[in-house]
């Protein structure tokens, strides 16, 4: 059985730092790339960021550029997202999820985790 | 950035037939953005519909279905059930960045 299960939000103030930690099961994780998605309270999905299979590459929505950083660790089939300069509008659940198969050209994002909420409050 | 745009909500009868669309502010959504299509209902994680236009994930009931129609990405639910009922998220990759729209708030009354 495929699952994802997220870790590491909480409280955080305006500035502060947080890592996420997605912990993946039930498939080959090295062979797909991985996705954080978000949601605001009562708002609608935004995409956050990508990383290859490999790790070798990533990208990130213009909203985080400079300010988050995807990894993973592929021995240990977990996805990171480290979050910097957190500001309130970055308050949202946060969901890991399994993007698309190492050279496919589309989008799955067919698996998701339940989430983890990051506050950004003083 | 790429803007894309959903109908706000939508109403339907339970048995009815209802198309939820997606529009790319950059022009004509072509099989090369691979829309997918999502599910949430209130307190749960999205769950995926539809990828590259029209490929079923193999949970997805049958009533549902992806398509293209008029230059916009396109799902259509045949024989609506109450359980239906959620909003709906498209998304779009169209060689940039991936870019979810604004969802559909989906009422079966």
Same mark, same amino acid.
């Given at each position: 059985?495929?699952?994802?299960?997220?870790?590491?939000?909480?409280?955080?103030? +305006? =500035?502060?730092? !947080?890592?996420?930690?997605?912990?993946? $099961? #039930?498939?080959?994780? @090295?062979? /797909?790339?991985?996705?954080? &998605?978000?949601?605001? +309270? =009562?708002?609608? !999905?935004?995409?956050?960021?990508?990383? $290859? #299979?490999?790790?070798? @590459?990533? /990208?990130?929505?213009?909203? &985080?550029?400079?300010?988050?950083?995807?990894?993973?660790?592929?021995?240990?089939?977990?996805?990171?997202?480290?979050?910097?300069?957190?500001?309130?509008?970055?308050?949202?659940?946060?969901?890991?999820?399994?993007?698309?198969?190492?050279?496919?050209?589309?989008?799955?994002?067919?698996?998701?985790?339940?989430?983890?909420?990051?506050?950004?409050?003083? | 950035?790429?803007?894309?745009?959903?109908?706000?909500?939508?109403?339907?009868?339970?048995?009815?037939?209802?198309?939820?669309?997606?529009?790319?502010?950059?022009?004509?959504?072509?099989?090369?953005?691979?829309?997918?299509?999502?599910?949430?209902?209130?307190?749960?994680?999205?769950?995926?519909?539809?990828?590259?236009?029209?490929?079923?994930?193999?949970?997805?009931?049958?009533?549902?279905?992806?398509?293209?129609?008029?230059?916009?990405?396109?799902?259509?639910?045949?024989?609506?059930?109450?359980?239906?009922?959620?909003?709906?998220?498209?998304?779009?990759?169209?060689?940039?960045?991936?870019?979810?729209?604004?969802?559909?708030?989906?009422?079966?009354?």
């Amino acid at each position: 059985e495929v699952q994802m299960v997220e870790s590491g939000g909480g409280l955080v103030q +305006p =500035g502060g730092s !947080l890592r996420l930690s997605c912990a993946a $099961s #039930g498939f080959t994780f @090295s062979r /797909y790339a991985m996705s954080w &998605v978000r949601q605001a +309270p =009562g708002k609608g !999905l935004e995409w956050v960021s990508v990383i $290859s #299979g490999s790790g070798g @590459s990533t /990208y990130y929505a213009d909203s &985080v550029k400079g300010r988050f950083t995807i990894s993973r660790d592929n021995s240990k089939s977990m996805l990171y997202l480290q979050t910097n300069s957190l500001r309130a509008e970055d308050t949202a659940v946060y969901y890991c999820a399994k993007d698309s198969p190492a050279g496919g050209k589309y989008v799955e994002l067919d698996y998701w985790g339940q989430g983890t909420l990051i506050t950004v409050s003083s | 950035q790429t803007v894309v745009t959903q109908e706000p909500s939508l109403t339907v009868s339970p048995g009815g037939t209802v198309t939820l669309t997606c529009a790319s502010s950059t022009g004509a959504v072509t099989s090369a953005c691979y829309p997918n299509w999502f599910q949430q209902k209130p307190g749960q994680a999205p769950r995926a519909l539809i990828y590259n236009t029209s490929n079923k994930h193999s949970w997805t009931p049958a009533r549902f279905s992806g398509s293209l129609l008029g230059g916009k990405a396109a799902l259509t639910l045949s024989g609506v059930q109450p359980e239906d009922e959620a909003e709906y998220y498209c998304l779009l990759y169209c060689g940039g960045d991936r870019v979810f729209g604004g969802g559909t708030k989906l009422t079966v009354l």
